[in-house]
T-cell receptor, first 116, second 114 residues
Framework: GAVVSQHPSWVICKSGTSVKIECRSL??????MFWYRQFPKQSLMLMAT?????????EQGVEKDKFLINHASLTLSTLTVTSAHPEDSSFYIC????????????FGPGTRLTVT | AQSVSQHNHHVILSEAASLELGCNYS??????LFWYVQYPGQHLQLLLK??????LVKGIKGFEAEFIKSKFSFNLRKPSVQWSDTAEYFC????????????FGKGTKLSVKP
């Protein structure tokens, strides 16, 4: 159990366009979902934390108007990269946790975004 | 501020060798420590975690880690590695707040030669 999926697994978009990435918990209810960004050969950097039905909490330095996060249900969170630029190219990973167990996170497989 | 450091960037071992990956942390609250593993092409998964109690924590796949409070360390160990242990290993600590966000170390890439 505790499977998290992401869609798409990779996406290429043109500069200036927007792209949406979905994160789903397939077999449990995720009260909290996290979005991370991973640069090549570097660690995961937390971008934002989202709870179902409320606004996401963004980490310092992350533009909330550029990286729109919606956590509409207990099994789905979306990250929309608006007006994407080449520097937004990265590996985006989501994770989810259950109520009462906030630190045990289940990770999705990640989405590779390339902005041309 | 919370932080975690992993000193080994890339470790290369032969099969059956013993493994120890270093992790040092700086954390002001209740100490919770984690090791995650990312196998090639796969997603991150939890290896083991320490919340309280016995400082020697057993995880999956024969891994263990020891919390040494005086050294602010939580090193990952395995007595005899296998080729299938080739992966990237991340140490993590809570990032603060109540929502469970984690701060990850930079990771250690382990390559096991068959």
């Amino acid at each position: 159990g505790a499977v998290v999926s992401q869609h798409p697994s990779w996406v290429i978009c043109k500069s200036g366009t927007s792209v949406k990435i979905e994160c789903r918990s397939l077999d449990f209810q995720a009260t909290t979902m996290f979005w991370y960004r991973q640069f090549p050969k570097q660690s995961l950097m937390l971008m934002a934390t989202s709870n179902e039905g409320s606004k996401a909490t963004y980490e310092q330095g992350v533009e909330k108007d550029k990286f729109l996060i919606n956590h509409a249900s207990l099994t789905l969170s979306t990250l929309t990269v608006t007006s994407a630029h080449p520097e937004d190219s990265s590996f985006y990973i989501c994770s989810a946790s259950r109520q009462g167990d906030p630190y045990e996170q289940y990770f999705g497989p990640g989405t590779r975004l390339t902005v041309t | 501020a919370q932080s975690v450091s992993q000193h080994n960037h890339h470790v290369i071992l032969s099969e059956a060798a013993s493994l120890e990956l270093g992790c040092n942390y700086s954390y002001g609250g209740t100490v919770n420590l984690f090791w995650y593993v990312q196998y090639p092409g796969q997603h991150l998964q939890l290896l083991l975690k320490y919340f309280s109690g016995d400082p020697l924590v057993k995880g999956i796949k024969g891994f263990e880690a020891e919390f040494i409070k005086s050294k602010f360390s939580f090193n990952l160990r395995k007595p005899s590695v296998q080729w299938s242990d080739t992966a990237e290993y991340f140490c993590a600590v809570p990032g603060g707040g109540s929502q469970g966000n984690l701060i990850f170390g930079k990771g250690t890439k382990l390559s096991v030669k068959p």
